[in-house]
């Protein structure tokens, strides 16, 4: 853990026009308030923390969710510890790592007696709701997650397992009959939170929003999005190759968006994200039409990034910074610091913990991640040294791109991972070489670094209990493989033999 002063925490935001910050002081938790803070936590699916205007690139059109950072504080290094869906949703409610929530890969269903931030909030007295895609309850995509206890706490819900068409969309509520959305799926999520946030009710409230956008099929957003960005006019980042090439079937990716190429994917992957914003816009002027601005704890984040070409790679399940770098940014009024940047190290197991510390809910059971809160509202708290990094069962497009088990350490200058054997994987120096094109993996002039981020690793390995076994290990050690099993069956039509 590191010490951390509130100068050497909090630094100058870079976005222009940036509001005068709050005075800091030393913020105040909803259990010292005496006011029980609302909640509105919104995430989308597969945006990079680097992309927005605020988080340094201009690129990208971002205006409410650069508001957004100049009326909050914005964490510049935040992570996803495992970089894919399910696994990264089950540690954002859990607060608990894959080997304790049992979620070790993509479509394994949340156990129902799992303890999530949706439990905690309404046995709190919340009024909570989700909204959007879940990808929590395992096979087939499509299946009702009934009222009760699948649902991990939340009672107002309008959501769907997993589905990434967001043209002709589907919610269920409350019963088994599929509610076909009229408008793309964004739009008619944040419909349903607004309608949420209308409702009379004494209750302080936590609505949670899971966008499906940017993640792919990057095509499929409205044209006057796509309009903003021609790809001519798309800089692609000093890590992607020349000769990347879209129709290469060791990187795969979806017929109509590799028809658009590689700038053309990336700017309609811009285009999403400014389609994004919009609607958060939406969110931020209904909370100040209905006067819960103030005290609603607002915050926009993602569940794990998109390599989109970079380092030649495509999607995630990656420890390079295009995988696992997500924004964060947290607005309360009169409590988080405004129109500051955080250079302090987050991660996604982190954030259950953390909002409960915000609100003042009870950790019990205690989480694995580490309640950050006291630092979110600028105090001096000791803070993480280093993030814990790992992919436990590669599959799908990381199986397709050849990528074994690895795991991994992001410290706040280096990047290392390694493969199960122990042979390096990579090292990079984040500070000198921002868009990691030097591997120093192995380097006898950086082996007292390699060794130091080597020493956190096991670190991490011997907190979560992590005996880093193959991905099939795992599963069978936990009981799993028959849900493995069920997986590989609806997805790619045949099981392995082994579940």
């Known amino acids: 853990m590191n010490r951390c002063t509130r100068r050497e925490f909090l630094k100058t935001s870079a976005a222009a026009g940036a509001a005068a910050p ?9 259990e010292d308030a005496g006011r029980q803070p609302n909640l509105v936590f919104v995430f989308s699916d ?21 508001r957004l950072a100049r009326e909050g504080l914005r964490l510049s290094h935040c992570y996803a510890n495992a970089p894919v869906c399910t696994p990264c949703r089950a540690m954002l409610l859990t607060g608990n790592y894959p080997l304790t929530n049992q979620v070790l890969a993509n479509d394994l269903p949340l156990p129902e007696d799992a303890v999530s931030i949706g439990d905690r909030l309404q046995k709190a007295g919340y009024r909570t709701g989700y909204v959007g895609k879940w990808h929590l309850d395992g096979v087939p995509r499509d299946r009702f997650t009934p009222p009760g206890p699948r649902r991990q706490g939340f009672e107002y ?28 799926e964004p739009e008619a999520h944040t419909d349903f939170v607004l309608d949420f946030l209308d409702a009379e009710d004494d209750r302080p ?8 956008p940017p993640h792919d099929p990057y095509f499929m957003v409205p044209q006057t999005y796509l309009d903003q960005y021609p790809p001519e006019d798309v800089e692609l980042r000093p890590n992607t190759p020349e000769d990347a090439d879209p129709h290469n079937p060791q990187r795969p990716i979806g017929g109509r968006d590799r028809e658009l190429g590689v700038k053309g994917m990336l700017a309609a992957y811009y285009a999403h994200i400014t389609a994004l914003d919009e609607q958060l816009g939406r969110i931020m002027t209904k909370l100040e039409e209905t006067d819960q601005a103030e005290n609603t704890i607002l915050i926009y984040t ?3 990034g998109d390599m989109l070409w970079s380092q030649g790679m495509v999607k995630k ?9 997500i924004p964060f940014i947290v607005r309360w009024p009169g409590h988080t610091p405004a129109g500051e940047t955080s250079g302090m190290l987050f991660s996604v197991a982190d954030i259950a913990p953390t909002l409960e510390g915000l609100l003042g809910v009870q950790q019990d059971p205690p989480m694995e991640g580490r309640d950050l809160s006291p630092a979110l509202l600028g105090q001096d708290i000791e803070t993480p040294d280093s993030v814990f990094l790992l992919d436990m069962m590669p599959s799908d497009e990381a199986a397709v791109q050849g990528l074994q088990e690895w795991r991994g350490v992001r410290t706040a200058r280096y990047t290392y991972a390694r493969y199960r054997d122990g042979t390096p994987w990579v090292l990079y120096d984040n500070e000198e070489d921002p868009f990691q094109l030097n591997n120093l993996a192995e380097n ?3 082996a007292d670094i390699q060794a130091d981020c080597e020493a ?7 907190r979560t209990g992590d005996a880093f076994l193959s991905g099939r290990e795992h599963l069978e050690a936990l009981g799993l493989a028959k849900l493995w099993g069920d997986r590989e069956e609806a997805l790619r039509g045949q099981r392995p033999d082994w579940t």
């Open 22 to 30: 709050l005075a800091l002081g030393r913020g105040t938790r909803a």
């Open 456 to 462: 956190k690793l096991r670190e991490w390995l011997n």
């Open 46 to 66: 597969q945006h990079r923390g680097m992309d927005m205007a605020c988080a340094g690139n201009a690129q990208v059109r971002t205006p409410h969710m650069d």
């Open 157 to 184: 819900w309008a959501a769907w397992n997993c589905s990434h068409n967001y043209e002709n969309a589907f919610v269920f509520r409350d019963e088994p009959e599929p509610v076909p959305l009229e408008t793309f």
């Open 317 to 325: 399940q990656q420890p390079w910074e295009e995988s696992i770098h």
């Open 205 to 212: 409230f936590a609505i949670f929003l899971s966008w499906g």
């Open 444 to 446: 006898p002039d950086y």
């Open 302 to 304: 993602s569940d794990h």
